[in-house]
């Protein structure tokens, strides 16, 4: 099958994955609070997977690189102090870059 | 229900998405870079960017097509990588059960890890639909534009792209800098520590399925803390 169906295949199922809960929830009553509570704990949960994934996952092993896990530390708590994106992204890449230049 | 669309709302969204939308650009211009090094028509790569609008299930596909793997693998294997999205779509549907039909199946295609927990977090602060949907709209779209914007500089002048200036950690960046905002509480650190957990024990399981694995456990682990009774939860 050529490449274009493949692309086209994977765009139509991840669109229909984004719009599965959506359409459903159009025809149910609102959730009920231990629903929402629930629901709530999803973008942590995802995000904090990616996250660990990126950082140490690699070909199915765990690979470490210390530059890229004190940058992760680093941004994090910049996160967490200053709620602001592009001082937890220019932080964490200024740590990899002056980690790189001293090895 | 209104249809009014909220100028300030868009703008808002759009201010929230700019710092993420700039690290999306260089993850673009990296997968712009993988086409053109692939056995994959460059065009078909850029289509990519438009269709899926996802970038890891893009380079996935992008490099079991260059490896020759069977159409039904390197399907599945993105639609797999892909598998959270419907996580989002469950944590987003009470708000979006306040807009009309066509706000709904639309701003569905602009659903990424991004745009989904900036959307989250504004619900919060704004229960008005017309704002809420507004806000999508600008964060989604903008965050995309970067991705976009990116595929095609990665496509057409990747080359041009100094070898010293080493952008691969902006992506693990943009995704701290999601994630950390999103604990608000002691159930949320709960299933995002237990996720944490499980997605480095899980490095095994094939086609990314560790996340989607760790996901679903931290999301149990967080929910038995907010059961618990003589565990405040705010």
Redesign the interface.
């Known amino acids: ?1 050529s ?13 229909l ?10 025809r149910l009553p ?2 009920a609070p ?1 629903t ?22 690699s070909d ?3 690979e470490v690189e210390a530059s ?1 896990i004190v ?2 530390v680093l ?2 708590l910049a ?2 102090r200053w ?4 001082i ?2 220019g932080l ?2 200024a740590v ?2 002056i980690a ?1 230049a001293l090895t | 229900m209104s249809t009014g669309l909220r100028r300030d709302a868009v703008l808002a969204g759009a201010k929230a998405a700019t710092a993420l939308a700039v690290a999306a650009f260089p993850f673009g211009v990296v997968y712009g870079v993988t086409v053109v090094e692939s056995s994959v028509d460059r065009w078909v790569g850029i289509a990519a960017s438009w269709l899926i609008l996802a970038g890891a299930a893009q380079l996935s596909l992008i490099s079991l097509i260059d490896d020759g793997s069977a159409w039904y693998l390197a399907v599945l294997t993105a639609l797999v990588i892909n598998a959270r999205f419907a996580l989002y779509s469950t944590a987003v549907a009470p708000a979006f059960r306040e807009f009309p039909a066509r706000w709904r199946v639309g701003l569905a295609y602009l659903r990424t890890d991004l745009a989904a927990a900036l959307s989250l977090a504004r619900f919060d602060t704004d229960s008005d639909p017309d704002s809420r949907r507004s806000f999508v709209l600008g964060a989604g779209l903008f965050f995309a534009s970067g991705w976009w914007v990116g595929t095609v500089v990665g496509v057409f002048g990747g080359a041009v792209i100094p070898d010293e200036l080493d952008l691969s950690f902006a992506v693990p960046a943009m995704f701290i800098a999601l994630a950390v905002p999103a604990v608000t509480d002691r159930p949320a650190l709960v299933a995002a520590l237990v996720a944490v957990v499980v997605a480095v024990a899980g490095a095994p399981l094939p086609n990314g399925l560790n996340v989607v694995v760790a996901a679903v456990v931290g999301i149990a682990a967080g929910r038995l803390v907010v059961r618990s009774p003589e565990v405040p939860s705010s």
Do not use: E, F, K
């Open positions: 099958m490449p274009a169906v493949q692309v086209l295949l994977v765009g139509v199922g991840t669109y994955i984004r719009l599965s809960a959506i359409v459903a929830a159009g609102p959730p231990s929402v509570a629930t629901l709530r704990l999803i973008a942590p949960a995802v995000l904090a997977a990616i996250v660990a994934d990126q950082l140490v996952v199915g092993g765990i890229w940058a992760a941004a994090g996160a967490w709620r602001s994106a592009a937890t992204m964490g890449l990899v870059w790189d």
